[in-house]
C-alpha cells in the first residue's frame, strides 16, 4: 500500500499567519490517465471530513482561496494563507491513485 | 443539497452482525462510486471498501475481506454495508462517501464489545 507521510503532526498558529502542511508519498501518484489523485480535508472537531482540494490543486466549490495546494510526483504540500479561527482541526492527505486508497497520518492545526 | 445520512450503528457483541445503510439524496447515485471509510476513537481515517457505479464491482481492505459487504440500491439511492464477524477491531465512526470524497455523511459510531 501507498503510505503518505504528513508533517508536522501538530502545527500552533496565530490566526492571520501563513501555514504549511507538507505529505510526502512512498510512491508517484501520478496515473496513467495523466491525473494525481491526491486530496486535501480539513476534519474540524467533532464532524465528518470535508474535502477541500482535489487533484492536488483545485479548490473544491465554496473553499475559501486562503487555502491552495500544490506539488507532484511524491511531493505535496497544502498551504493556508492567513489562518482563521474556523480552519481549526485535522488535516488529512489521502490518495487514490492506487488502490487501496490510503491517507496520511493527520496535521492537527491548532491556535498558539 | 447534497446530504449522505448514515444509520444501523451500535453496540455489538464480537462475532456478531451488524449492517449500516447510508441514504443519498441531491445528486445522481448511480453515477458515483460510492465508499465507506472508517476512524477508530482518537485515530485517523481509514479505507474500508468501495463499490461501481452499479455494484457489479467491489473492493475491500484485506482486514475485512470476507467479512464485509459493501452494496447499492440505485432505485432506494442507497449504500450499505453488511459487517458480520466483528472483532474489536472493527470499533470505529463508519462514513459513507462519494468517489471524489466531495460530500461526507455524518458517520455511524460502531461498538464491538462484550
Known amino acids: 500500500d501507498v503510505v503518505l507521510t504528513q508533517t508536522p503532526p501538530t502545527l500552533s498558529a496565530t490566526i492571520g499567519q501563513s501555514v504549511s502542511i507538507s505529505c510526502r508519498s512512498s510512491?508517484?501518484?501520478?496515473?496513467?490517465?495523466?491525473?494525481?489523485?491526491l486530496n486535501w480535508l480539513l476534519q474540524r472537531p467533532g464532524q465528518p471530513p470535508q474535502l477541500l482540494i482535489y487533484?492536488?490543486?483545485r479548490l473544491e466549490s465554496g473553499v475559501p482561496n486562503r487555502f491552495s495546494g500544490s506539488g507532484s510526483g511524491t511531493d505535496f504540500t497544502l498551504k493556508i494563507s492567513g489562518v482563521e479561527a474556523e480552519d481549526l482541526g485535522v488535516y488529512y492527505c489521502?490518495?487514490?491513485?492506487?488502490?487501496?486508497?490510503?491517507f496520511g497520518g493527520g496535521t492537527k492545526l491548532e491556535l498558539k | 443539497e447534497v446530504q449522505l445520512v448514515e444509520s444501523g450503528g451500535g453496540l455489538v457483541q464480537p462475532g456478531r452482525s451488524l449492517k449500516l445503510s447510508c441514504a443519498a439524496s441531491?445528486?445522481?447515485?448511480?453515477?458515483?462510486?460510492m465508499a465507506w471509510v472508517r476512524q477508530a476513537p482518537t485515530k485517523g481515517l481509514e479505507w474500508v471498501a468501495s463499490?461501481?457505479?452499479?455494484?457489479?464491482?467491489?473492493y475491500y481492505r484485506d482486514s475485512v475481506k470476507g467479512r464485509f459487504t459493501i452494496s447499492r440500491d440505485n432505485a432506494k439511492s442507497s449504500l450499505y454495508l453488511q459487517m458480520d464477524s466483528l472483532r474489536s477491531e472493527d470499533t470505529a465512526t463508519y462514513y459513507c462517501?462519494?468517489?471524489?470524497?466531495?460530500?461526507w455523511g455524518q458517520g455511524a459510531s460502531v461498538t464491538v464489545s462484550s
Open positions: 489521502v490518495q487514490s491513485t492506487h488502490a487501496p486508497w490510503t
Open positions: 487533484l492536488v490543486s
Open positions: 462517501t462519494t468517489h471524489v470524497m466531495d460530500a
Open positions: 441531491g445528486f445522481t447515485f448511480s453515477d458515483y462510486y
Open positions: 510512491q508517484s501518484l501520478l496515473h496513467s490517465n495523466g491525473n494525481t489523485y
Open positions: 463499490i461501481s457505479y452499479d455494484g457489479g464491482s467491489t
